[in-house]
């Protein structure tokens, strides 16, 4: 009976996403947090069940944390659509032509998988860019999504979209992405096709499912289901252990280790530290593990808003969830904005503002944004008053639609 209600929890969670997107076609840009949110609700359903964490080493049991994570998606749900509906969408100067960035970027970026292949023909998505230009090939496959994302959005036509996300898809195949790589892309070309309002038929659902599902269809066959399974399980297990950390010892409002290091221009920002951040709640959910990830450069999955539990409680960590989901939904806009009205290089600035502030909400790393990051935002802020100086001056007549 108790899996029987998870499971209606999260079938009305869907269906309720589902109505808002036909009230409104903003609340389509949620996607990519629903989509993470259903990934973690069904992972605590298997956690409660008694399933094995491999990164605890621990069985799990009932502690109520599906109920509260659904309170949590539930929330942050209605309040996106809620902005959604009440915010105008306002509108932009067109100051800029479309530029046909993607195809060169896209021969780039597959002429390096080329040549990783040569030097490793092992590679996997994890040492692919392993040498002495690693960092480097990492900035152009930021570039290469960025611009992406860019060209989806600025794009008017279907067929274009499509064209754009296949071959993207393919590449993303080639470099050895899994699941996750096809899936966002595939939520992001809907999110695209929802705000242009193009009518959807339903082979381009087909299309859709194909492209985002066929990468976690081989991945199932050729690995046993006691693998997938472990997988499944490892995409709530943070938020888990977070409310078993809470039940027992309560909040920790420590943020010293995070003061301490405010001031740092000059280390750059990886994958976290384990002071404070996600990498803190890390250590504390899996003694373990959560150290030797880190110092190997890799995290856990969804810290998010897990860490709002560990630092401020349930109440308080649900306003604040709330808070930050407003915000994510007016930068997010603004940043679609700028894909569609804006050139190429104002958009790749807010972009990047977008993507540090995405791994808050999705992984709950809030050790980005230290004073090195608000010295590159006040720049940021200079070049967009530049800019709307200089935009002003052009004085184009097109106003976009809204």
Known sequence: MDILIKLIVIIGYCLFFVYLIHKEKRAALYSIIVFGNVGVLVSLILIEMGLYITEQRVFGFQNGAFFIYSLFSYMGLITFFTFSKITETGNFNFLSKPKKLFLPIYILFALIIFL???KNPDFNRFNIFDGPFKMTLVRIENIFFFLFLYSLFRKKHINEKIVIYVFYCIIMFARGSQFGAFL??????????????????PKYYILLIVFSALPFAIKIYSNDISYSLMRMVLQGHVFWGTVNIFNESGANPDFSGFISNFNDLFSSFQMGNINYGFGKLMKEVSPQFGEMYMEGGVRFSAGYPAILIYHFGYLSGLFLHLFFTITYFYLINFMIK?????????????????????DLLIMGEYAHFRLKFLIKLGILFLIHLLYKNYSNKKNTSFVAPN
Do not use: N
Not at 190 to 201: A, V
């Open 116 to 118: 990783a292949f040569l």
């Open 184 to 201: 966002i892309a595939g939520l992001w070309f809907f999110m695209s096709l929802k705000i242009d309002e193009i009518k959807i038929r």
């Open 338 to 358: 700028c894909f569609k009205y804006k050139d190429v290089f104002f958009s790749y600035f807010y972009y990047l503002i977008f993507i540090v502030y995405s």
